[in-house]
């Protein structure tokens, strides 16, 4: 494999300047100028690009962007109130913009898939494919994880999910306990004792002031339904069965309104599909991927990109985390 670590400065509002960290993952060098671009959407709100390090082994069919949004990972940080869906978006945007990619690849889980959906219906002509995870397309996913939790949550996984829906997280150590917490209801195999989570060699925590104000704000109104017939890229969404947070139902929703979606949905695998179903959920992608991907001959160089961060700079981000 070979790998990138870029920053990309971006400027904000025509004022202030937001560096934005990338991890640019490819078969090899050559690869580089031979195939397409696939950005992967980071969930939460709040993760970032070590939360999807599994997504590496698609770098055998396409380059692989990893985008840390706005505040998260080792991207800088702004004001709370500033981590909305509308900046997450146009951030990535202008990310596109500053890579020189006429085109690219989208693939968006769980609050990544609501992203791809905004950023696709605003930026129709930049993306080729569409491939949403674990997403739903309207504030109701809010509802169904509420029935099912009060169905089959005990009473500390209750109590937590109160926590994640009024986004009143004090800390990243409560959000590390939320996930403790509810990792049975977001994995089948947790569930059963069959998955444990592997240890990472780097961790960047959540961002929990972004979990927040997604869940305080925006995420209890957004609804893209209504224009879901607009999006016309080749599109494939997953779900799991026994998704609970996002409840298949919102995958069947989306599959039903964008014209010629491909919908797989996985019996035995929640929300985690990428730890319940590893090998049927990858290689589902892989093929997507492999049957339309061609490759954009408008694509400019990858030296193009801004300055590599100096390692100096990036140890001393290290050191505030």
């Known amino acids: 494999m070979f790998e990138i670590k870029r920053f990309i400065p971006i400027k904000i509002n025509n ?113 080729k494919k569409l491939i949403l995870a674990a997403g739903s397309a309207t504030h109701k996913f809010l509802t169904t994880a509420e029935e099912i939790v009060n169905k089959i949550g005990n009473d500390e996984q209750k109590e937590a999910f109160t926590t994640l829906r009024k986004g009143a997280f004090r800390s990243v150590k409560e959000v590390n306990s939320y996930f403790q917490i509810m990792h049975s209801l977001y994995s089948v195999k947790a569930r059963t004792d069959l998955y444990k989570n592997p240890e990472k060699k780097i961790y960047y925590p959540f961002n929990y002031q972004a979990l927040n104000q997604g869940f305080k704000t925006f995420l209890r109104s957004f609804n893209f339904e209504p224009d879901l017939k607009s999006i016309n890229c080749p599109t494939l969404i997953l779900a799991g069965a026994d998704d609970w947070i996002t409840a298949p139902i919102h995958a069947q929703n989306i599959a039903h309104q964008i014209p010629g979606a491909k919908l797989c949905i996985f019996s035995q695998a929640g929300h985690s599909l990428e730890a319940d179903v590893p090998d049927l959920y990858f290689n589902k992608i892989s093929q997507f991927i492999n049957s339309q991907c061609k490759l954009d001959k408008n694509l400019a160089p990858l030296e193009s990109i801004q300055e590599e961060c100096e390692e100096e700079e990036l140890i001393g981000r290290l050191r505030k985390l």
């Open 15 to 127: 004022k202030k300047i937001l560096k934005f960290h990338l991890k640019i993952v490819a078969e090899s060098e050559d690869c580089l100028k031979t195939r397409s671009y696939l950005f992967i959407l980071p969930g939460g709100p709040g993760a970032n690009h070590a939360h999807y390090t599994d997504y590496e082994k698609l770098a055998e069919s396409v380059n692989l962007v990893f985008y840390d949004p706005r505040g998260c990972g080792l991207s800088d940080e702004d004001a709370p109130e500033n981590y909305t869906m509308d900046n997450y978006i146009d951030d990535l945007e202008k990310i596109r913009q500053a890579l020189g990619f006429s085109e690219i690849l989208l693939l968006g889980k769980s609050y990544g898939a609501m992203c791809a959906i905004q950023y696709v219906l605003r930026y129709s002509t930049a993306v």
